[in-house]
């Protein structure tokens, strides 16, 4: 009897410490979970987890953003990059950012280098054909895997204020994001895995 509800209150308070989850939509309302399985599209949204003291949350994330850095806000992200890349930045030329972000790390990759295509040589030459383009490989300073991503081709450079997280990026995503920035500040993004046709596609017609 005494092992019986031993057993009975040992089962109580490990269901107790189940935290609850709350979904949220792309614009941060709360919704059910039927919605956010339903609202849940791959080509629009991603769906991120996270957890608290008390609580789960599933968020939903758009994919594509289009948005206008201030003056300030600019001029600021173009000294960092002169800064980060000793590469002086043109007002007059648009740029494009590769950004990797931390995940996967290191340990959950089984090749021994990456085959995603925005790495082959004519990504480079094609995107510098579309238009007058200053391109940068930007890495998030927690990625641990830049051999995989051919760091002995490309010149990863690492995002060590974590400036482009703050202004674009405040949730980690797999793989990378990529950004398109005209030369009044007008920029689109878009989050997570992606080829080098979607950048071509997207440079030829925002630029």
């Known amino acids: 009897m005494r092992l019986t509800f031993v057993f009975i209150l040992f089962t109580c308070l490990t269901f107790g410490q189940e935290k609850p989850i709350i979904f949220y939509n792309e614009s941060r309302e709360k919704i059910s979970k039927q919605d956010f399985i339903k609202t849940k599209d791959y080509s629009k949204n991603l769906d991120l987890y996270f957890e608290n003291d008390t609580t789960q949350i599933g968020l939903l994330v758009t994919r594509k953003k289009f948005g206008q850095l201030d003056k300030t806000t600019f001029e600021n992200l173009k000294s960092y990059l002169t800064e980060l890349t000793d590469k002086t930045i043109d007002s007059t030329q648009n740029i494009v950012i590769n950004y990797l972000t931390a995940f996967p790390k ?20 094609k995107l510098h054909n579309i238009a007058d383009i200053n391109q940068f490989w930007i890495n998030s300073p927690e990625s641990d895997n830049l051999k995989y991503y051919h760091q002995n081709k490309i010149n ?18 797999r793989y990378g994001n990529y950004i398109l920035i005209k030369p009044d500040g007008k920029f689109y993004y878009y ?11 997207n440079a030829e017609k925002y630029f």
Request: net charge positive.
């Open 106 to 125: 290191k340990a959950d990759n089984t090749k021994s280098r990456s085959t995603w295509n925005i790495l082959d040589k004519d990504y480079l030459k």
């Open 156 to 173: 990863w450079i690492a995002d060590k204020e974590n400036l482009f997280k703050k202004l674009f990026f405040p949730y980690e995503v």
């Open 191 to 201: 989050l997570g895995e992606h080829s080098k046709y979607q950048i071509w596609e």
